[in-house]
């Protein structure tokens, strides 16, 4: 009997967020590649077609078996419809393997359905830490890890957080990083020069993202970063693509009142990546965007007061700013000049995909 025999539903992908797209990719084509039968359930979580339905072509993922539709909302409502929508197309699918990934509400939801179930559940990503039970992410992937039967980790430090809270080391697995295997297997499709050309950028920019809602959701505090980011494009062009969180705080506090301040819709994942790329630096809150530009060697300030991701820091370009600091480290990158060198964090080479198919189909196996 061959594994697939073995394997009595679909394994399940729950995706939510643009990160998650980006990630499971190369699990979706690891998988394929070991013959396993495979449903796609796309939660809506995120509704502009910008920000999922593009990564759907561009990454070569499969059409969704289905798509919630389940849009925005607050952190209860959005979670109790993922939790109805998914229980439905758990029962109906009976999964062998729900697979979760990274730290959205879709993330949370779909584990803790499936756990009711009694379906297995693997987190990809698992073991990530700020410590800052403030942030809704570090619930989300406290909770998903605990109700994991495989936690599927992308840094070393990470294996260690698990045991701490009581996972058990066999439940732990070190694959490497997915989101890089994405990056890297992009590289050639990365134009900076078309994307400067098709969106009217200079040739020397700084790229932000900010979307966290400690950074966005309050006027007085979207003000207060707004001042400092009109203080980089002091500096020089600021590019910044406005993610639908926060968009409208941001541009009430007058983020485009500045005439070196370039706003951008949301990007496709390709012409993204390529701004990041030709950027000389890069002022964000994103998680993801902290592992994108360790690879790509563009220094990278991350406004926020910790990160999950301090191999980031160790290993990469990344350092953790305030929002007074923003602009003075702003100035010292433009000034130097510098990029990082080809040091890559361990297993961030391309091949975590296959890894984690890997752990997967033996677990499937047993």
Same mark, same amino acid.
């Given at each position: 009997?061959?594994?697939?025999?073995? +394997?009595?539903?679909?394994?399940?992908?729950?995706?939510?967020?643009?990160?998650?797209?980006?990630?499971?990719?190369?699990?979706?084509?690891?998988?394929?590649?070991?013959?396993?039968?495979?449903?796609?359930?796309?939660?809506?979580?995120?509704?502009?077609?910008?920000?999922?339905?593009?990564?759907?072509?561009?990454?070569?993922?499969?059409?969704?078996?289905?798509?919630?539709? #389940?849009?925005?909302?607050?952190?209860?409502?959005?979670?109790?419809? =993922?939790?109805?929508?998914?229980?439905?197309?758990?029962?109906?699918?009976?999964?062998? =393997?729900?697979?979760?990934?990274?730290?959205?509400?879709?993330?949370?939801?779909?584990?803790?359905?499936?756990?009711?179930?009694?379906?297995?559940?693997?987190?990809?990503?698992?073991?990530?830490?700020?410590?800052?039970?403030?942030?809704?992410?570090?619930?989300?992937?406290?909770?998903?890890?605990? =109700?994991?039967?495989?936690?599927?980790?992308?840094?070393?430090?990470?294996?260690?957080?698990?045991?701490?809270?009581?996972?058990p080391v066999s439940r732990a697995h070190f694959v490497g990083n997915p989101m890089i295997d994405t990056l890297l297997a992009n590289l050639d499709a990365f134009d900076t020069e078309r994307v400067r050309a098709e969106h009217g =950028?200079?040739? %020397?920019? #700084?790229?932000?993202?900010?979307?966290?809602?400690?950074?966005?959701?309050?006027?007085?505090?979207?003000?207060?970063?707004?001042?400092?980011?009109?203080?980089?494009?002091?500096?020089?062009?600021?590019?910044?693509? +406005?993610?639908? %969180?926060?968009?409208?705080?941001?541009?009430?506090?007058?983020?485009?009142?500045?005439?070196? #301040?370039?706003?951008?819709?949301?990007?496709?994942?390709?012409?993204?990546?390529?701004?990041?790329?030709?950027?000389?630096?890069?002022?964000?809150?994103?998680?993801?965007?902290?592992?994108?530009?360790?690879?790509?060697?563009?220094?990278?300030?991350? +406004?926020?007061?910790?990160?999950?991701?301090?191999?980031?820091?160790?290993?990469?370009?990344?350092?953790?700013?305030?929002?007074?600091?923003?602009?003075?480290?702003?100035?010292k990158v433009l000034e130097s000049g510098a990029r990082a060198g080809e040091r890559k964090p361990p297993l961030w080479d391309g091949h975590a995909g296959p890894r984690i198919a890997e752990v997967i189909m033996e677990y499937l196996?047993?």
């Amino acid at each position: 009997m061959n594994r697939r025999e073995i +394997v009595l539903g679909p394994i399940v992908h729950v995706l939510g967020a643009r990160p998650n797209f980006v990630k499971a990719a190369p699990v979706i084509g690891a998988l394929r590649a070991a013959g396993a039968e495979q449903a796609v359930v796309h939660t809506g979580q995120h509704y502009d077609a910008r920000m999922s339905e593009i990564f759907f072509d561009e990454l070569g993922l499969p059409e969704p078996d289905v798509n919630l539709g #389940v849009g925005s909302g607050g952190h209860a409502e959005q979670t109790a419809a =993922l939790m109805i929508g998914l229980e439905r197309e758990f029962i109906g699918r009976s999964p062998a =393997l729900v697979i979760v990934y990274g730290d959205v509400n879709s993330t949370i939801a779909a584990a803790l359905v499936a756990a009711k179930l009694h379906i297995p559940v693997a987190h990809v990503e698992a073991g990530l830490r700020s410590f800052d039970m403030t942030m809704p992410e570090e619930v989300n992937r406290r909770l998903t890890d605990q =109700l994991s039967a495989l936690c599927l980790v992308t840094s070393p430090e990470a294996v260690g957080h698990l045991a701490d809270e009581g996972v058990p080391v066999s439940r732990a697995h070190f694959v490497g990083n997915p989101m890089i295997d994405t990056l890297l297997a992009n590289l050639d499709a990365f134009d900076t020069e078309r994307v400067r050309a098709e969106h009217g =950028l200079p040739e %020397r920019y #700084v790229l932000a993202t900010m979307h966290r809602p400690a950074n966005v959701d309050e006027p007085d505090t979207a003000a207060a970063l707004v001042r400092h980011l009109h203080g980089v494009a002091d500096l020089a062009d600021l590019v910044i693509p +406005v993610h639908p %969180r926060g968009r409208a705080n941001l541009l009430a506090a007058g983020l485009d009142a500045h005439d070196r #301040v370039h706003i951008l819709d949301p990007l496709g994942y390709i012409d993204f990546i390529a701004a990041v790329r030709g950027a000389a630096a890069v002022v964000t809150d994103s998680g993801g965007l902290q592992e994108e530009t360790t690879i790509l060697g563009v220094p990278c300030l991350t +406004v926020r007061p910790n990160t999950e991701r301090p191999i980031t820091i160790t290993h990469g370009t990344n350092r953790l700013v305030t929002f007074e600091e923003v602009v003075p480290e702003v100035r010292k990158v433009l000034e130097s000049g510098a990029r990082a060198g080809e040091r890559k964090p361990p297993l961030w080479d391309g091949h975590a995909g296959p890894r984690i198919a890997e752990v997967i189909m033996e677990y499937l196996g047993e």
